[in-house]
C-alpha cells in the first residue's frame, strides 16, 4: 500500500511540475530580468570587498582619484616602515642593556662590577629620556595611521554611494516575481497536503 502511495505521489508531482514548468520559467525569467549592469557590481561582491571594487573601477578613469589613492597608499606605508625602523631601533638598544648588565654581573671583580654597572644605568637612564620622547611620536604615528585609514574609508564611502544608489535605481526591487513564485511553492504545497 505503501509504495502504491509514494508511486503515485511522485507520478502527480512530475506530472504536476510538468505541468507548470513553463509558469515558472517565466516567473524565474522575469525576476531575472535587468540583473545585468555595466558596472560590475555583482562580480565585485564575489571577488573583494565591494566598496573597494567600486573605488577600484571610479579611480581607473578619473586621474585625480587616482593620484590621490597613491599619495594615501604611499604615506600608509611609509609609517609602517617608519614604525619598523624605530623598532628595531629600540629593540636593539634594550637587547644590548640587557646583555651588557647580564655580563657586567659576572665580573669578579666587585669593584669593577659596581662601576660598570653604574655606566650602563646612566647611559640607560639617558637613552629612556630620549626612548619616551619617541614613544610619544610613536604613538602620534600610529593613531593618524588610523584616523587616516578611518578617513579614506569615509571618502571611499561618499565616493562610491552614488554607484550602488544608481545599481539599485537600474535593478528595481519588484516583488511581483517573487509573490508570484510564492503563490506557486503555496499551490504545490497545498496539493501536497491534500493527497491521501
Do not use: W
Not at 619598523?84 to 662590577?113: G, P, T, V
Not at 640607560?124 to 610613536?138: C, M, P, Q, T, V
Amino acid at each position: 500500500m505503501k509504495k502504491l502511495f509514494l508511486t503515485s505521489t511522485l507520478f502527480l508531482l512530475l506530472f504536476s511540475c510538468q505541468e507548470n514548468k513553463p509558469t515558472d520559467t517565466d516567473i524565474v525569467e522575469q525576476a531575472a530580468k535587468n540583473t545585468e549592469s555595466s558596472f560590475p557590481i555583482k562580480r565585485m561582491s564575489r571577488s573583494e570587498a565591494i566598496i573597494d571594487g567600486i573605488y577600484d573601477e571610479k579611480i581607473k578613469t578619473n586621474e585625480k582619484l587616482k593620484d590621490f589613492d597613491k599619495r594615501f597608499l604611499s604615506l600608509q606605508n611609509d609609517s609602517e616602515i617608519m614604525k619598523d625602523l624605530y623598532d628595531d631601533i629600540i629593540k636593539s638598544s634594550e637587547n644590548y642593556y640587557s646583555d651588557a648588565e647580564r655580563r657586567a654581573k659576572n665580573i669578579m671583580d666587585s669593584a669593577l662590577q659596581k662601576e660598570v654597572l653604574n655606566l650602563l644605568k646612566n647611559s640607560s637612564e639617558k637613552y629612556d629620556i630620549k626612548i619616551n620622547k619617541l614613544n610619544a611620536l610613536k604613538i602620534q604615528i600610529n593613531l593618524n595611521f588610523i584616523k587616516l585609514n578611518s578617513f579614506y574609508d569615509v571618502y571611499k564611502i561618499k565616493k562610491t554611494l552614488p554607484e550602488i544608489e544608481n545599481y539599485q535605481e537600474i535593478h528595481p526591487l519588484e516583488t511581483d516575481s517573487l509573490e508570484n513564485f510564492i503563490n506557486k511553492q503555496n499551490q504545490l504545497l497545498n496539493e501536497l497536503k491534500n493527497f491521501k
